[in-house]
């Protein structure tokens, strides 16, 4: 058999070849379907997930359907006529060598050979086909709650993908054939992958850890930790230019990662390019919390952590004057401490804050909201009450599932179907280094962010014994979505523009989550929107925004050199030098989740015994 070949029958040439693959595939496939079960019980069954909630608004979907019989006897006939029509159409084309068999969007199916073989060209299609015909099925059972319609939706989206015939050795065309051409060696390969995994107790692998070393190969740019309290270590980096901005900007990243997002390559480093363009940056450390952390508070955070950084910051400085840039929840910090600043008088000033994929309004959060109802929170707390902290591992889990072909089933047919070794992608290894969530932190954000949208409600909770009234924020805000953004939907975002009575100004790049915002211009990637009109709806606002090419960091430049001051040698905007504790990137981010919890887990058994009695 050829690569060109349209079949991908086995001929008599690769009989051996074919046979020994599955040969393999036969003696691993018992225990590597029970590696796989546990596996993928941390990948894509998140501890604090309560599996009863999905249940039970399938059931409901079920018993409505057998309620109304004439909707699914309807349904299922729609079905057939579509599956004859597909078999119709596959084997007319079949007939025509030279007709081209449309190919699917999709890209689980992006090679040619689920289009020009007809086979797995009706394969691909009866399988979209019908995952759409179950997702369909929803929105026919009637009295559902729109709650209980998307947890059925979500749920059933789970089971189709892991169902599709590209997760499977003996329906996925490119599988069969790297067999045949290996001679099964794909498949032991892939068998050891799935080995070293399960070894390292992790999911399936996205990235090669191995190629990436803090401080040498990723978070490289030069600085200085000069500050470290039980919250965070603050990193000031050193200026690349010799005239800087008198105002000093910090950066408040999500606890939820490390902080090097920001300061990734040195191709794609935020950090780097802001000291390019003269900029005086301070980045904070989180620390990854353990039990004894347990008991630390969102104000906590907010008060001892992000204020006291700030403070440390500017009482070195001639003007107390300082921006604030925070991405995803460290966002919403952001937001928050703008609030309490507003009531509360502190030796500092805020010039400007940007904000990055931060949430406003939690009410529009897409599928996120199936695992913040009450079931799940309460799910969530009896974990963490059990354990003190939520383990890094159970975030990435659920980020992984909210896109799960991408994030979880395409590496698994690479990894451990076509054997190939994961690929060093700077994103993805920041991405995995996850760190944990003290309990009483992270109840409140379930709780009163993401269930109870307080955000939304002014003074209708209070931080440090200050009411939260986001109506009196002045300070100047940039706020940047993301078009495809999965964790923070830019529909959530766009929500401040509607509420602050601060100037905002409020922009759309493209791509998702971490790619359309660690965009350097270089790169020239994707796009972004701009509109200084804004709409009650997001939607009338897109529609009517201006569209560029490239990076949205220019155009922030740009908003940003309203506020910027003058430029000027530090030395001369520096009461006195700041310590040097340590060099950047620090030790806190070194610290793995998996460390902290295996290192207090014997000793912090009694601490727990003692707060029962």
């Known amino acids: 058999m050829t690569k060109n070949s349209k079949t991908l029958l086995p001929q008599k040439e690769v009989l051996d ?14 225990i590597m379907g029970q590696a796989l079960s546990q596996m993928m019980q941390g990948q894509v069954g998140p501890q604090m997930l309560s599996p009863a ?18 909707k699914l006897l309807e349904a299922q006939q729609n079905l057939l006529t579509q599956v004859f029509e597909l078999w119709e159409d596959t084997f007319q084309k079949a007939k025509d060598a030279a007709t081209e068999i449309q190919s ?3 890209k689980r199916f992006k090679s040619d050979i689920w289009k020009t073989n007809p086979y797995f060209h009706f394969s691909k299609e009866y399988y979209l086909l019908t995952s759409q015909w179950v997702q369909d099925l929803v929105g026919e059972a009637e009295g559902l709650s729109p709650d209980d319609a998307q947890k059925a939706r979500f749920a059933l989206k789970q089971m189709t993908d892991a169902l599709s015939p590209t997760n499977f050795p003996f329906s996925n065309p490119e599988v069969i054939q790297k067999t045949i051409e290996t001679g099964g060696e794909n498949l032991k390969q892939g068998y050891e992958h799935l080995m070293s995994d399960m070894m390292r107790g992790v999911g399936v692998s996205t990235t090669d850890i191995n190629a990436f070393v803090l401080g040498k190969t990723i978070a490289t740019t030069p600085g200085d930790v000069i500050f470290r309290n039980d919250y965070l270590e603050l990193i000031h980096y050193k200026p690349l230019v010799r005239e800087i901005y008198q105002a000093p900007i910090l950066i408040i990243p999500p606890w939820i990662n490390k902080f090097y997002i920001f300061d990734l390559s ?11 363009q003269g900029l005086d940056v301070f980045i904070i450390s989180w620390v990854n919390p353990g039990m004894d952390m347990a008991e630390k508070s969102f104000a906590d955070y907010m008060i001892h952590g992000v204020l006291e950084a700030m ?5 070195n400085r001639v003007s107390p004057d300082i921006h604030l840039m925070g991405y995803c929840i460290g966002g919403v910090l952001t937001l928050c401490l703008l609030g309490y600043l507003a009531k509360k008088k502190e030796p500092l000033h805020v010039v400007s804050a940007t904000l990055l994929a931060t949430i406003f309004d939690f009410s529009k959060i897409g599928d996120l909201r199936v695992f913040l109802d009450k079931t799940q929170i309460d799910a969530a707390e009896e974990l963490m009450k059990s354990k003190d902290v939520l383990s890094g591992q159970n975030m990435n889990s659920i980020t992984s599932l909210l896109r799960a072909n991408e994030m979880i089933w395409s590496f698994f047919v690479k990894n451990y179907l076509m054997g190939q070794k994961p690929p060093a992608f700077d994103f993805l290894y920041w991405n995995s280094d996850a760190t944990n969530l003290p309990a009483t932190m992270h109840s409140f954000v379930l709780r009163s962010l993401f269930h109870d949208n307080l955000l939304m409600k002014p003074k209708s909770f209070s931080l440090g014994g200050v009411p939260i009234d986001l109506s009196l924020v002045k300070t100047p805000i940039f706020s940047l979505a993301t078009q495809n953004d999965h964790i923070s939907p830019w529909k959530s975002c766009y929500e401040i523009t509607q509420v602050l009575e601060a100037p905002v100004t409020f922009v759309l790049g493209g791509s998702g989550h971490v790619a359309g915002v660690m965009n350097p211009p270089a790169q020239n990637k994707y796009e972004y929107w701009q509109n200084t009109t804004y709409s009650a709806l997001p939607e009338n606002w897109l529609k009517n925004a201006k569209t560029s090419q490239g990076s949205w960091w220019k155009t922030w430049d740009h908003w940003m050199e309203n506020y ?3 430029k000027v040698q530090l030395d001369k905007i520096l009461k006195a030098s700041y310590p040097q504790i340590e060099a950047a ?16 887990a014997d000793e912090s058994a009694p601490t727990r015994k003692q707060k029962s009695a």
Do not use: C
């Open 311 to 315: 403070k440390t910051i500017v009482k």
């Open 585 to 600: 990137p620090g030790r806190y981010v070194a610290v793995s989740y998996r460390d902290v919890i295996e290192d207090q």
């Open 266 to 276: 040195p191709s794609n480093s935020f950090v780097k390019w802001m000291l390019s």
């Open 53 to 70: 909630s999905f249940g039970d608004a399938l059931l409901k979907t079920s018993q409505s359907l057998l309620e109304h019989p004439e």
């Open 564 to 566: 910027k001051g003058e």
């Open 104 to 106: 699917s969007r999709d």
């Open 17 to 30: 070849a074919w046979n020994h693959g599955f040969e393999i595939l036969r003696e691993h496939n018992s």
